[in-house]
């Protein structure tokens, strides 16, 4: 079963700098170790399987596993052994190479291998097998996962912060920093960075340390970031509570989104992680830390509000409710329009916009109800925020156009807009091909404040659309107007026409 929410989308104006560097951290550990550890195993088995080692110590080795019941053959090793290592393909090249790390691994087999006990004093090759074996061993290193992994026999401190940052291989790592991004970056908007890092780290630790409780003779090192990371999955569900998120789910060949309390996530990854646990008993996966970072997770969520209330960005985790009632209004609103039903329609839109005051479709929604009184106070002052906009697209241009024809109309002869915002109008109307307007707002200006700063550019730009629709006549009485009032920068003008 997988359950991925994907309720949020990144606001990159606030990038989640802690999730993202994270991910970098991660890779660029995975990658850089990776790049020094793969040549120096190179060497190190290249060594082993051209030397006389396998036939001494690997058949051994093998017969004590297949007596223990493990999977296990024998008598395939012994023809894998009996080929030149550098002909066989790469599966068995890794066969061979999983064996022989699988037995330096274990600390009962090599303390008898190293006292003689394997490879007898008896036998006709053990000088050789000495040299071979102490030549090998100048090979041999510490892996940063074993150095750096969690080891519950051993469970040295620092490695209980240090395998967080630590995959097996780029599989592991990119399922990992997958879920670190998807979960990740909606936590730390909520909780603030140092908060969320804060989590990460002491989530991480709770997994490890149930690991820790539960396998405390293991002697294989745990690795990777996913004990921290179903913590933050705790943590989502926590703080998301009971608001609805929408979420991808996969059940076998079933798949599906699907919008739920978030809270609902929590249970069905804990239930998963169980079911996980029992059917895949010899699995790799530490799906105990998974459950000891989903308990942690859900642990904090619980206790935050309660000692960080203030910090925790309650606007975020309300956005999608906020904006589903917002468009449920919004909805609202249009009906009433289409039944005229202005004063219910005035009234809803009045509210959204009070709410919503940079929401375009809002504003001109208000307008529509407010215009069939253009000669009320709240219609001059909506009228006033509409013609302010900046979205300067060829639609936005129209609905402005139309809303400030209508405004003539309505208020035949009066003007009653400041004169900075009128010239800053008939500019736009002129660029933008409605010369009617912007010819109306000039002349007006002409006779109203002719002293207007740029006024001249502002008539020029009315000449030079005029020009535009072809229409030599008004741009004529454009020209005449420059050099009527604009007599210095009137040549200039006109040359400037003439060159286009």
């Not at 402005?400 to 004169?419: C, H, M, T, V």
Request: charged share 20%; proline share 5%.
């Amino acid at each position: 079963m997988l359950i991925i929410p994907l309720e949020k989308s990144i606001d990159w104006k606030r990038p989640p700098l802690v999730t993202l560097l994270l991910i970098l951290t991660c890779t660029a550990i995975l990658f850089g170790v990776q790049g020094y550890e793969n040549k120096k195993y190179t060497d190190q088995f290249d060594f082993y399987f051209t030397s006389g080692l396998p036939h001494l110590e690997l058949p051994p080795y093998a017969a004590m596993l297949d007596d223990e019941g493990k999977d296990i053959d024998p008598e395939s090793l012994q023809k894998l052994l009996g080929t030149d290592y550098r002909q066989l393909n790469e599966p068995q090249q890794y066969s061979l190479q999983g064996l022989l790390l699988h037995m330096q691994n274990n600390t009962d087999f090599m303390a008898r291998l190293n006292h003689g006990k394997i490879v007898t004093a008896d036998n006709a090759e053990f000088g050789n097998w000495q040299v071979q074996r102490k030549s090998f061993e100048a090979l041999t290193f510490q892996p940063v996962n074993k150095m750096y992994g969690f080891t519950p026999a051993e469970h040295k401190p620092l490695t209980f912060l240090t395998h967080m940052f630590l995959h097996g291989d780029i599989g592991h790592l990119l399922g990992n920093m997958l879920f670190l991004f998807l979960v990740g970056f909606a936590v730390e908007m909520a909780l603030g960075s140092t908060v969320y890092l804060l989590c990460y780290v002491l989530t991480g630790l709770a997994a490890v340390g149930l690991f820790w409780a539960v396998n405390p003779s293991s002697e294989l090192p745990l690795v990777g970031a996913s004990g921290a990371i179903a913590g933050l999955m705790g943590l989502y569900a926590g703080i998301f509570g009971l608001r609805k998120i929408r979420f991808f789910y996969s059940l076998l060949f079933y798949f599906d989104y699907a919008r739920a309390p978030a809270l609902i996530m929590l249970p069905a990854w804990l239930a998963n992680e169980f079911y996980q646990m029992m059917t895949m008993p010899d699995s790799n996966v530490a799906f105990i830390a998974h459950i000891g970072g989903l308990l942690s997770g859900g642990l904090l969520a619980a206790l935050l509000p309660r000692f960080l209330g203030a910090n925790i960005d309650t606007a975020y985790l309300d956005a999608a409710q906020r904006d589903e009632d917002k468009q449920q209004r919004y909805r609202q609103g249009m009906q009433f329009l289409g039944a005229l039903n202005i004063p219910k329609a005035q009234k809803l839109f009045q509210e959204l916009h009070v709410e919503y005051p940079n929401d375009r479709d809002i504003l001109w929604q208000l307008y529509n109800t407010l215009k069939h009184d253009p000669s009320s106070a709240d219609f001059y002052r909506i009228l006033v925020e509409v013609l302010d906009l900046n979205d300067n697209d060829a639609q936005t241009m129209k609905q402005l156009n139309d809303a400030f024809g209508y405004y003539r109309k309505a208020q035949p002869g009066k003007i009653a807009l400041e004169s900075t915002r009128l010239h800053h109008l008939a500019i736009k109307f002129a660029k933008y091909g409605y010369p009617e307007n912007a010819e109306h707002i000039v002349l007006s200006l002409l006779r109203s404040n002719p002293e207007l700063a740029d006024l001249d550019k502002a008539l020029f730009a009315v000449a030079l659309a005029w020009q535009q629709r072809t229409n030599r006549a008004k741009c004529a009485e454009a020209v005449t107007l420059l050099q009527k009032y604009f007599p210095k920068s009137h040549a200039l003008y006109q040359t400037q026409l003439n060159q286009r």
